[in-house]
Every structure is written in C-alpha cells, then in structure tokens.
C-alpha cells in the first residue's frame, strides 16, 4: 500500500510508471498509466487492468493492474459505508422474513402431502367396519367381515402398491 500526503483537489492526476529491471539495461521504460483522481471521486475501491502508454501517448504492450481507493473525506467515507452496512442488514433481514413465509408455506404443504398419504394408505379407509352378524348352525353368533375373498385380495395388492410407490 503506498501512501501520499493529503491531496484536496480532485484536479490532481496519479501517475503510475512501469520499469524492467530484468533485461540488458536496468530499469528501462516499459509503459506509463495516468488516472485522474476525479475518477476515484466515489471513495470505493477501484479494480482494473489499465493499458500502458509511452511518453508521447501511443499505446504500448502491456497493462497495469491496479486497486485504487481515495479516501478524500472521512466524514463522507464513514457516512458511506454505514449507509452501506444499514442496506446489508435490511437486505439480510428481508431475506430471513422471506425464507420463514417460505418455511410455513412448505410446512403447510407437507402436512397437506401427509393428510392426502394417509388417505392413500387406506383406499378403502372404513370398508372393515361393514360387518354381518349372523347365526352359526349350532346356535352360537359368529361376526365376520363384510369384505369378500376377492375384496380382501385387491385391498392387499392396492396397500402393496401403495407402499412401494410411498417409500
């Protein structure tokens, strides 16, 4: 990080200078990058690849990447990044709210799913509750189920089916 001494104007130009140490001739000029300050008005931290220039102002091989942020009043600066911290907050807040509507609404639909499985578990939900009393030859009561042989059949292959499509 380098830093400078205070500059009020937003006139004032930053210029930065890119020298090869690693060739022939030490420290030979490569390229140059001026960005004005007006740019970094803002106060929020700037990225970016910039194009090299040479001393006339051609453009030259190469680029410069650089994050720059001007912080030219702290007052403004704070102002900004509490106002930038209050719209998180908001923002995280509206989205818990959202996700807990979303929540019930899945909830409601569960419990909507599992009274509609119940009643699928038992197509013939109440059938065993149709009973025929009548009287054995020897003079005793017998009570049996109203639901014939076929009945009881197609009830166990309907309650198979539908506990291999439920799992």
Avoid at 25 to 35: A, K, L, N, Q
Wanted: aromatic share 12%; glycine share 8%.
């Amino acid at each position: 990080m380098l830093s400078f001494s205070e500059v009020n104007s937003g006139g004032s130009q930053l210029k930065f200078t890119v020298l090869d140490y690693g060739g022939i001739t030490r420290g030979s000029f490569v390229g140059e990058v001026v960005v004005p300050l007006a740019e970094l008005r803002d106060q929020t931290i700037h990225e970016a690849w910039l194009d090299l220039y040479s001393r006339t102002g051609n453009r030259v091989e190469g680029q410069l990447n650089v994050k720059l942020h001007w912080i030219h009043s702290k007052v403004t600066f704070f102002a900004m990044r509490v106002s930038i911290i209050c719209f998180k907050v908001k923002y995280h807040m509206l989205a818990a709210e959202k996700w807990k509507e979303a929540y019930a609404r899945e909830h409601e639909e569960l419990e909507e799913y599992q009274k509609h499985l119940a009643l699928l578990w038992d197509p013939f939900q109440g059938m065993s509750h149709f009973k025929t009393v009548y009287e054995n030859p020897r003079g005793s009561v017998k009570t049996e189920s109203g639901i014939g042989n076929f009945d009881k059949k197609f009830f166990g292959m309907v309650q198979n089916i539908t506990i291999k499509l439920c799992k």
